[in-house]
Structures are given as C-alpha cells and as structure tokens.
C-alpha cells in the first residue's frame, strides 16, 4: 500500500524558535497533501490543504503566516510552525490524497514546545 | 466536507467480543471511510464504502451503509487486544478531496 512518512517523529523546542515538519509520500505521487493537528483525547482538525505548486489552502482559524505550507514536489510537502508558542504543542499529522477518494495518513510528529 | 459523528464514545469489550460503532452524518455523500489511529499514531484506512453500497466485508471487519438514514456502522468481529484504538468515520462529499473528523470511539479490548 501506499506509505507517507513524517519527520521528525518528535521535537522538542523552546519557545519563539521555528520548527519545520516533513511529509513524504514514499512509493506514490500525490497530487494533494492535508495538515492536521490533534491535542490530546481530541479529534484530528484540518488545518491546510496543500496542493503541488501552488498555495495552501487554510482552514478557518488557521493562522497563514504562522504555519507555513510548503508543497514544492509531488513527494514532498513541509509544514513550519513559525516562532512556537507552548499553545502549539500538539500532534501534527500529514495525509497525502490519492485521486478522489482515499488518503493515506503519515505517523505523525510530536510537538513539544518548552 | 462534513464532519461525522461516532457513538458511543469509548466501548470496553472482552477479547472475543464483537464491537459495533455507529457513525452519523448530515448531508449526501459520496463515500464514507473508516480509519483507525492507535495511541500516539497517525491514522490508518481501514475500509470504504461507497454510497450505492448497503455492506461491505474486510477480513474482521463488516461496514454498514443507510443513506436513508444517513448512518453506518462499523462491526469489527471475534476482537483481539490488538484491536484497541480510536476509531473515526470520514464522510466524504466529493471534491478537493477534504475529509473531516469526528471524536471518535475510543475502544478498548480487554484480555
């Protein structure tokens, strides 16, 4: 089946510094990529949808200018938290679509902000 | 995109049991997804359904589809320990390929 992976799995940062995730679509191309992020006993909430070449989309609420959204290859899609609060601290998950229907989820990355 | 809705909320069964989750959504869609996500993990695509399907088999797993009722449920059978996790169902409508999520059903399988 088709596999995405996330790196780092987990990272720790203090406060005001920029961390940057990668999401891989490892054995597929993948035409569109999704961020979510899920706090702890929650569900998981859509923060951006990133298609190849072009700008993300954001959610409502979803600040722009401090996760930013880089969809440079069909492969590869990168999400950085911008000067990171503690409030940021949460598990971000990428998902890579596959024509209309099924996507597939990476791992996901633990943020932890000190 | 819509969001679903899971119930119940969390299910403590015995090993051997069966586990029945119930999702609920609002609108007309084109297919509804089952995921899966262990503690700490990213999801993982457990079945589809489409919308003119009524059931749908996948190994342990038997899925359910009432558009009248706009409602499916996820029957997973003969449960195992490692069948602890949260489940959520994804209503998909069509188009840009968003899915939305519920809270989930936290099942626990219990030996």
């Known amino acids: 089946g088709a596999v995405v992976s996330q790196h780092p799995s987990w990272v720790i940062c203090k406060s005001g510094t920029s961390v940057k995730i990668e999401c891989r679509s490892l054995?597929?191309?993948?035409?569109?990529m999704f961020w979510y992020r899920q706090f702890p006993k929650q569900s998981l909430m859509l923060m951006a949808t990133?298609?190849?070449?072009?700008?993300?989309?954001?959610e409502q609420g979803v600040e722009k200018d401090k996760f930013l959204i880089n969809h440079a290859s069909l492969t590869l899609s990168t999400l950085t938290v911008t000067s990171a609060h503690p409030e940021d601290s949460s598990f971000y998950i990428c998902?890579?679509?596959?024509?209309?229907?099924?996507?597939?989820f990476g791992p996901g990355t633990r943020l932890t902000v000190l | 995109s819509q969001q679903g809705e899971e119930d119940p909320q969390a299910l403590s069964i015995q090993e051997g049991e069966n586990a029945t989750m119930n999702c609920s959504y609002k609108?007309?869609?084109?297919?509804l997804q089952w995921y899966r996500q262990n503690s700490g993990r990213g999801l993982v695509h457990l079945i589809l359904?489409?919308?003119?399907?009524r059931e749908k088999h996948s190994g342990r797993l038997r899925v359910t589809l009432d558009t009248s009722k706009k409602s499916s449920s996820l029957l997973i059978t003969a449960s195992r320990a490692a069948d602890t996790a949260s489940y959520f169902c994804?209503?998909?409508?069509?188009?840009?390929?968003?899915?939305?999520f519920g809270t989930g059903t936290q099942l626990k399988v219990e030996l």
């Open positions: 054995d597929f191309q993948a035409t569109t």
């Open positions: 994804a209503p998909f409508t069509g188009g840009g390929n968003k899915l939305t």
């Open positions: 998902s890579a679509g596959v024509g209309s229907n099924e996507q597939f």
């Open positions: 359904i489409r919308s003119n399907e």
């Open positions: 990133s298609n190849e070449g072009s700008k993300a989309t954001y």
């Open positions: 609108t007309s869609i084109n297919n």
